[in-house]
């Protein structure tokens, strides 16, 4: 089983890797994937009882419930999908028998467990809200489309349009991405406590960074709660319903009104003020570092890390931040597009392949698309696209460039409104596309050259 938070790239690359290195074995192998359309390829029951090994490459919060008992196996999708054979290998030498949450578990399962839980956790919550923020972000810039201010008309299609945006789905952006942040540490029990401490997030003014403490708060109370409270066996069938929402509620409501609001609050709007106003220099500085961080590991957790930051300003209509966190994701997969196509014989045909489909995905805003060059000549291209990244950032920056929508790539452009300015937006792509696409271009290393030199 394989999940990404945004379900759409790793989920899908790192299921064909290991279909792919498992036939190579001679292994029957099954993916389900989690995308952002809902389970694909669903593993049967009778296809669970006839395995002999489960493996779930997921940077979420997944239900594993069908695969209690079997041996399995956890990793990221990044590892599934730059070392599968190794992690194959780990997988049928490491494998133990699944328990779902609650049961008894050794203490190092645990404790592997809750080392990765609090990033897993956040990108749960961060896969649930971006629908919601891509939606929300797109009729907002449609209703700017009739004019800046043309939403103040009552009963005008551009105030319907702010009222579905604004006023609905980036109301419920902070409560969505708290509600699934407990949701993934507590299963069902922690989503009212999420979603109300979310709620409270929003009206205490302490936004997405109230909101993420809101949801590991009630996600891991909604847990203690659900672990260590005993009870008859008579009254078990209230916690569940009454006792675990009821304490949560209470507990993460007063913390989130008399605790964690408002100097929550303090600390987002200083945040808010300090982008809105700050100088050329910070802003070019800002840029360049959130678009070198958006090239570093190509969606892993420093990419994930910058996006997340971006999506959650979008909720303070930040958008400067956003417009460069995309742009400099779109670098890596066209600089190697460029590359392929500007030094060619540099190239074996796999790869002059590789770096069309590369282009494509780089116009989606799928970073992922760079991973197999990457992960085949680290040492050079990480170093050309973080710098071209953190140009296309700092330019993007530069030049006031707005993003409404978090997600699309350049096809947001056919969107009114979506991206301001185009012009410039699209001289802060080229310019970092060039710098590394040409970069790599000259430092690759002929591939003939490579294999004659390894022989």
């Known amino acids: 089983m394989t999940a990404c938070p945004t379900g759409v790239a790793h989920t899908f690359m790192a299921a064909e890797a290991i279909e792919t290195e498992a036939k190579k074995r001679g292994w029957w192998v099954k993916v389900e994937t989690r995308g952002s359309v809902g389970a694909g390829n669903a593993i049967t029951p009778e296809e669970v009882a006839a395995a002999d090994l489960v493996i779930v490459a997921a940077d979420i919060e997944v239900d594993l419930a069908k695969f209690a008992g079997k041996p399995m196996y956890r990793t990221s999708t990044g590892l599934a999908l730059k070392k599968t054979a190794q992690e194959l290998d780990k997988a049928v030498a490491e494998a133990t028998p699944y328990e779902p949450a609650g049961k008894t578990q050794t203490a190092t399962t645990e404790g592997k467990k809750e080392s990765a839980g609090a990033y897993r956790h956040l990108l749960t919550g961060v896969s649930y809200m971006l629908p919601m923020v891509v939606a929300g972000g ?13 939403f103040k008309e009552p009963g005008t299609l551009a105030a319907a349009l702010m009222q579905i945006g604004g006023g609905s789905a980036f109301a419920l952006m902070v409560p969505v991405l708290a509600g699934y942040i407990a949701f993934s540490i507590a299963d069902r029990p922690g989503l009212t406590p999420g979603l109300i401490g979310g709620m409270l997030a929003v009206s205490t003014g302490s936004g997405f960074i109230g909101g993420i403490i809101a949801g590991f708060l009630a996600g891991y109370i909604a847990k203690l709660i659900s672990t260590q409270l005993k009870l ?13 929402p009821l304490i949560s509620s209470l507990v993460v409501g007063l ?7 408002k100097p929550v609050a303090g600390i987002l709007e200083g945040l808010t003020h300090w982008l809105q106003t700050m100088g050329t220099a910070n802003a070019v500085l800002l840029g360049a570092i959130l678009g070198g961080m958006m090239c570093t590991d190509m969606g892993g957790p420093v ?7 971006g999506v959650g300003l979008l909720s303070t ?13 779109m670098v890596p997969p066209l600089a190697m597009g460029l590359a392929t196509m500007v030094a060619r014989r540099k190239f074996d045909k796999a790869q002059q392949e590789g ?4 282009l494509v995905l780089g116009l989606c805003f799928i970073s992922e698309g760079a991973i197999p060059f990457a992960a085949r000549d680290p040492m050079r291209v990480l170093p050309c696209c973080i710098v071209g990244g953190a140009l296309t950032g700092a330019i993007s920056m530069a030049i006031g460039a707005k993003l409404m929508a978090p997600h699309g790539g350049l096809f947001v452009l056919l969107i009114p409104g979506a991206i301001t300015p185009v012009l410039g937006y699209l001289v802060a792509i080229i310019a970092g596309t060039l710098v590394a696409g040409l970069a790599y271009a000259f430092l690759k290393r002929p591939e003939v050259d490579a294999v004659a030199k390894a022989a």
């Open 355 to 358: 770096g069309k489909a590369a």
């Open 255 to 261: 913390a989130m009104i008399y605790l964690i609001g």
């Open 138 to 150: 797109l009729c907002i810039a449609l209703s700017f489309a009739f004019g800046i201010e043309a």
């Open 232 to 244: 008859p066996q008579s009254m078990e069938a209230l916690k569940p319903i009454l006792i675990i």
């Open 303 to 309: 990419n994930k890390a910058a996006y997340a930051f």
């Open 317 to 329: 209509q930040t958008y400067g931040p956003m417009a460069a966190i995309m742009a400099a994701g």
